[in-house]
């Protein structure tokens, strides 16, 4: 008997973002776009970055976080600029937003996250202080984008949540306008239990009150151990762009630097695909690669850090932060990169152009519980199915029926609906037929 549900289908490697593996990004010759201001100032440090450009006044304006520096670098406040050109800036002479004495944002706050929407500023903040350092995110709105209120009533709108892999504490988010209405969140949290970084997101009608995915978060994890992003993976910004969700994200490996810039692909928000260069990677399941790292022997030749990604025509912007210890300082400044946007139709599934053999992946992970990612690779154009069996040979899904080009491809199979136990997972290609086991746990 068969049985037939839902099934979410995360199809292949970046249905959109193939383009980025071959075009890569270019940093500004006029990097960095922004400096800090003398030592000893309040925004000796600059990093952080948030963009927008404001067609009313046809100019960029950038928020970002700023520090005094060691030894003393909190508190941490939030800078204002604007540019004629997203490269030259005018930084406003103070801050536009302060921390609050005996409140949760007294020592911090950072990545501003800003939407203007019928000519009011909205901002998202994260914040914490010494008495409370799991912090949360704020809310505050402007009618100028410089005099700032924030929402005591309800701040912070996002606390720290009671699993463990949020329990630390949110630190940054990024903030979309949600097909249809409404807001959607992607924010990363501390583990308190082994200190790594992942990414849960959560939707919201008024940009104040949330409610966070419980089903699926975390929605983002960091890569296998020694992958560049195996600790640390914070949102940086997401777009919604040719119907499909792309994330910029700040990675970093357990315990060293570089902190780098990754990038993944959606279809609904939950379920992401990192980028991953066929020619560097390390890892046959979820490995993935950088698509911007620091510059060794220039001011960002340390570590990087997402900020804002904008697409401008065909062209996406990025201003980030990053610094360099030429002489045990961190100094951070603001750079500014493009690369070309170039769309790929969303029928193509193709992540390698020509995978030499046919290749059926072990399931991972394994075992799971409710959801598993199947990979398998197609030398040639052919007709190819993939299908679920339970363990008396009966069909229980069908993930894969059509005629497929060369190429790999990944797709998620939600077993939510079956009972543990163990599973066959059968891909037939011409005269290609292989079969895996796969156990479900729950």
């Known amino acids: ?68 520096g060691p030894p003393n670098w909190r508190p941490y406040r939030i800078g204002f600029a604007v540019s004629s050109d997203g490269v030259n800036w005018t930084k406003h002479a103070t801050a536009v937003l302060e921390p609050d004495s005996g409140e949760w944002d007294e020592s911090t706050l950072q990545a501003p996250v800003v939407l203007r929407e019928n000519g009011e500023y909205k901002m998202w903040y994260t914040g914490w202080s010494p008495t409370d350092p799991a912090g949360g995110i704020g809310f505050a709105t402007s009618p100028n984008g410089i005099e700032w209120t924030k929402d005591t009533l309800n701040n912070p709108v996002l606390k720290p949540g009671t699993a463990s892999w949020e329990a630390g504490g949110p630190l940054n988010c990024t903030v979309i306008p949600a097909p249809g209405g409404g807001y959607k969140m992607w924010y990363a949290s501390f583990n308190d239990q082994t200190d790594s970084v992942q990414i849960g997101w959560a939707s919201s009608q008024d940009g104040i009150i949330w409610q966070k995915d419980s089903l699926n978060n975390p929605v983002m994890t960091g890569g296998p151990v020694g992958d560049w992003d195996d600790a640390f993976v914070i949102p940086a910004e997401v777009l919604f762009i040719d119907g499909s969700y792309h994330m910029w994200y700040t990675g970093m490996r357990i315990n060293t630097d570089p902190r780098q810039i990754g990038y993944a692909t959606s279809q609904d928000g939950i379920f992401w695909n990192k980028y991953d260069d066929p020619i560097t990677t390390s890892s046959p399941y979820s490995a993935s690669d950088p698509v911007l790292s620091p510059s060794q022997g220039h001011w960002d030749g340390n570590f990087i850090e997402g900020g804002t990604v904008m697409l401008v025509e065909d062209t996406l912007k990025m201003w980030y932060g990053g610094g360099r210890e030429p002489t045990g300082t961190n100094l951070w400044r603001i750079g500014h990169a493009v690369a070309p946007y170039i769309p790929v139709g969303v029928d193509d599934h193709k992540f390698f152009d020509s995978p030499e053999d046919f290749v059926l992946s072990q399931n ?35 993930l894969v029926s059509e005629k497929l080009s060369a190429g790999k491809y990944r797709y998620e199979w939600n077993a939510g609906i079956y009972a543990s136990g163990l599973y066959y997972y059968s891909l037939e290609s011409g005269n290609y037929h292989e079969t895996q086991k796969m156990i479900l746990m729950k």
Not at 39 to 51: D, E, Q, Y
Not at 372 to 391: A, G, M, R
């Open 1 to 68: 008997m068969k049985y037939f549900s839902t099934i979410f289908i995360a199809v292949l490697y970046f249905l959109v973002s193939t383009s980025f593996a071959q075009l890569p990004w270019t940093k500004d010759a006029n990097n960095p776009v922004m400096s800090g201001g003398t030592a000893g100032t309040w925004n000796r440090h600059v990093f952080m970055p948030c963009v927008l450009y404001n067609p009313d006044s046809s100019r960029y304006e950038m928020w970002f976080g700023a520090s005094y």
């Open 364 to 398: 991972y992970p394994n075992p799971f519980n409710p959801t598993t990612t199947i990979e398998f690779s197609l030398p040639q154009s052919d007709f190819v199915t993939l299908k679920i069996y339970n363990l008396l040979g009966e069909e229980v899904e069908t």
